[in-house]
């Protein structure tokens, strides 16, 4: 399972971006990049998943470079309700034993 | 898709008591994942079912700990003599085998306190 390292801790304002990098330099060939949001007392949501270069859905940006050893999550114009924990995880269909990490926490203020 | 339900929400224990926890995945998932979340840090794995196979089952999991899903369908986590250490959030996730990286659908969560 490849290891991932990600900052404990963001703070950022209403109308920011907020771009948080996940470093994972022992990820295989197989291994996707999925990032999951969590807010206090609810389960983890999957926000966007990538294999290489760049993915984008109408929550986020996933910038990931081609050696693959790093990704990086990029939340556009963040509000008070993206105030939460975001987790990087890697890994293949093959990984039910997907390790999350103790995540970034994101606090927006006003 | 009305998503993975986690019931109960909430459960006080005294020591010693045995618990059960119930998860109905998605419908057409065939994996389901149970995991323990303690306050403050990422979820943990636990158990893994593909369809009614328990395939794995992580050193968390003591021999107080069983897990099962009759049928493929919901599956229930059931912990016997549990201890204050038990306390933590029982998360539940399915997901889809395919050919591609199918992500985790987590429920909301039971959260057990043991007094």
Not at chain 1, 79 to 92: E, F, H, I, K, P
Request: glycine share 6%.
């Amino acid at each position: 399972l490849a290891k991932t390292t990600q900052p404990i801790s963001m703070d950022s304002y209403e109308g920011q971006e907020v771009n948080i990098t996940c470093s994972h330099n022992n990820i295989a060939t197989n291994d996707y990049i999925t990032w999951y949001q969590q807010f206090p007392s609810q389960g983890p949501r999957f926000i966007i998943q990538g294999y290489k270069t760049k993915v984008t859905n109408e929550v986020a940006s996933l910038f990931i470079p081609a050696d693959r050893k790093s990704s990086t999550l990029s939340l556009p114009r963040v509000s008070l309700s993206d105030t939460a924990v975001y987790y990087c995880l890697v890994g293949d269909i093959n990984d039910y034993k997907l390790s999350f990490g103790a995540g970034t926490t994101v606090t927006v203020r006003a | 898709d009305t998503g993975v339900s986690q019931n109960p929400r909430h459960k006080i224990t005294k020591r010693g008591q045995n618990v059960t926890f119930r998860c109905d995945p998605i419908s057409e998932h065939n994996r389901l994942y149970w995991y323990r979340q303690t306050l403050g840090q990422g979820p943990e794995f636990l158990t893994y079912f593909q369809n009614e196979a328990q395939l794995e089952k992580s050193r968390l999991l003591s021999d107080r700990f069983s897990a099962e899903r009759p049928k493929g369908s919901f599956s229930t986590l059931e912990i016997q003599r549990t201890e204050q250490g038990d306390s933590a959030m029982y998360l539940c996730a399915s997901s889809l085998s395919s050919s591609y990286n199918s992500p985790l659908h987590f429920g909301n969560g039971t959260r057990l306190t043991v007094t």
